[in-house]
């Protein structure tokens, strides 16, 4: 279950951390999101967006991690291993 935990906390970091480079990479060194979306640049709104998926993803994650730890307490209270 730890190997299963680690793997998915480092992967969706990893997504998270490439996402969030790449739109780094298109607002400084190109023009692919410099148009106007309501007044506002559309940088402003793909980063709002991005900001909008790295705390949805966080609280999923730390939803999954409360729910597997209760999983661990309860298996330890039965007297498993694991």
């Not at 990893?14 to 480079?21: I, N, Q």
């Not at 990479?25 to 148009?35: K, P």
Request: proline content about 0%; aromatic content about 10%; hydrophobic content about 50%.
């Amino acid at each position: 279950m730890a190997k299963r935990r680690r793997s998915l906390a480092l992967g969706s970091a990893g997504v998270l951390l490439a996402g969030f480079l790449g739109y780094v990479a298109l607002t400084t060194s190109t023009t692919v999101l410099s148009g106007r979306i309501a007044g506002l640049g559309t940088a402003y709104w793909a980063g709002f967006a991005i900001f909008g998926v790295i705390l949805a993803v966080a609280h999923g994650y730390a939803r999954w991690a409360r729910r597997m730890d209760a999983l661990v307490r309860a298996g330890k209270q039965r007297g498993e291993r694991g």
